[in-house]
């Protein structure tokens, strides 16, 4: 059998014990060819997944902004390194996008000294610019809203907060 391929048996049918072979390619494969490829470089993984029919889903970024060209060498890495004789596959390389959701301390750091959203856990919604961000926590220069003189003024406010109070951070988009 190929190094390159994960075998999982799965059972077809509720009554017949007819079991079928289901050749995957690991995450863990993936993960190691996407890395060597960008060691070194101003890039990161951001996540990646192997979805059933060998759909591989890689989402990378740069700390200075990523193109399509850093894409393509990735993509061309991950193909020419394996084999398409042994298992075919579906294989798509590109950036999280500019609304999604941070996944990974890199994209924190990425957006230090940029407006971003963090939505808590409870719900609560808060915007303000990224200052720093480590393993452990991040902290925010938090705009609040304060009513003072029959007006309503805006005021910043350090907030930190540990991923765990998180549910989901994101850059915040101004075409001002």
Known sequence: MHP???VEFKKEGTGSPLFYLIKMISEQLIEGLVKEKIADTNLFLVDLSVRPG?????????????TVDDCVKVSRHVEFSLDREAEDFELQVSSPGADAAFKVLDQYKKYEGRNVEVILTDGKVITGKLLGSNEEQFEIEALISAKGANKKLKKTELQIFK??????????????
Request: glycine share 4%; hydrophobic share 45%; net charge positive.
């Open 4 to 6: 390159n391929l994960r």
């Open 54 to 66: 060998n759909k591989i889903m890689i989402l990378i970024d740069a700390v200075n902004g990523l």
């Open 163 to 176: 991923y765990n109070q998180v549910k989901q951070t994101k850059a915040t988009i101004s075409f001002k």
